[in-house]
């Protein structure tokens, strides 16, 4: 399936799920699940447009990107920091490993009271949260991967003469890119979930405080709309981050997905080869073997 197939499928399973959507909305559909509760499409549609019209749609998509973006670029430096650090000293594994594991399972979103007593205003607060959110993936992806790399590399560079910014430079650092990527990408994930529920508590505009504020008003159509703003924004950033992490690794060898083939049966009373033509045969596919027992023989 080409690239373009494959584009022409995703547009047509949205497609389809929009259907439906309207589908069991317009008709009031109650099968257990009371979609006759929902907005339709064309509800949500037509207050989309108003909102976008609007300066006060505009002004809380820039503070919620605002809050993203500074939150998970801390995050993506201090993370990777860490997650470096721990796993290349043993002392400051010794000395923040316990205090990183007992703060880890603990919800960014829980967080809201210490990030309301502790900074002096609300956005402060926000960035925190996010920036905790997204925190932890990054560090325990960067830690695996670097613990992952082969100390091969690491003594060639200091055969070399390399040392320990050198060796950090060449090989700690891009081998674990890819590893650094996977964590970002859950990181950006987790924090618009985060910052959502933080704007929905404690901020004054963004996505999430206007979401909330429909929702207390029952102006459901524009409930529908925050989720709607929510997940494109989070599919965009998602994708920039991933795009970027290809970018910068793109030196890695990439492998494609190939189907198996079937495996043929042999047909009844069929005579199998000779051995010397499936000597030839392996001799023509593996000729550095072939070569290699024939030194080995004389």
């Not at 976008?52 to 973006?69: K, M, N, Q």
């Not at 390399?162 to 950006?188: E, H, M, T």
Request: proline share 6%; net charge neutral; glycine share 8%.
């Amino acid at each position: 399936m080409n690239r373009y197939a494959r584009y022409a499928l995703r547009i047509a399973s949205l497609a389809v799920a929009l259907s439906l959507w309207q589908l069991l909305t317009a008709q009031d559909i109650d099968l257990w699940l009371r979609f006759s509760q929902f907005p339709t499409v064309t509800d949500v549609a037509h207050t989309f447009a108003d909102r976008l019209a609007g300066p006060d749609y505009w002004t809380d998509l820039t503070d919620s990107l605002t809050r993203i973006l500074t939150g998970f670029l801390l995050a993506a430096v201090l993370g990777v920091a860490t997650g470096v650090l721990v796993a290349r000293s043993r002392l400051a594994e010794d000395l923040l490993g316990p205090v990183l594991e007992v703060i880890r399972p603990i919800p960014a979103i829980a967080l809201v009271p210490v990030a309301i007593l502790l900074f002096p205003s609300n956005e402060q607060g926000i960035v925190f949260i996010t920036c905790a959110a997204a925190f932890f993936p990054v560090l325990v992806s960067t830690r695996h991967a670097v613990r992952a790399l082969a100390p091969v590399w690491e003594e060639a560079v200091r055969t070399m003469g390399g040392g320990r910014w050198r060796v950090l430079g060449s090989v700690v650092l891009p081998g674990a890119l890819p590893g650094v990527f996977g964590g970002l990408s859950v990181g950006i994930g987790v924090s618009w979930i985060c910052v959502i529920s933080a704007e929905m508590i404690s901020g004054q505009y963004g996505v999430g405080y206007r979401t909330w504020q429909d929702y207390t008003v029952v102006d459901y159509p524009g409930v529908f709309v925050g989720m709607v703003t929510i997940g494109v924004l989070g599919w965009l950033t998602s994708t920039a981050v991933e795009l970027l992490g290809r970018r910068l690794t793109r030196w890695l060898p990439r492998t494609a997905y190939v189907p198996a083939a079937r495996p043929k049966t042999a047909r009844t009373g069929a005579t199998p080869p000779p051995a010397h033509a499936a000597v030839r045969e392996d001799t023509r596919a593996h000729p550095e073997e072939a070569h290699d027992e024939h030194l080995v023989r004389d």
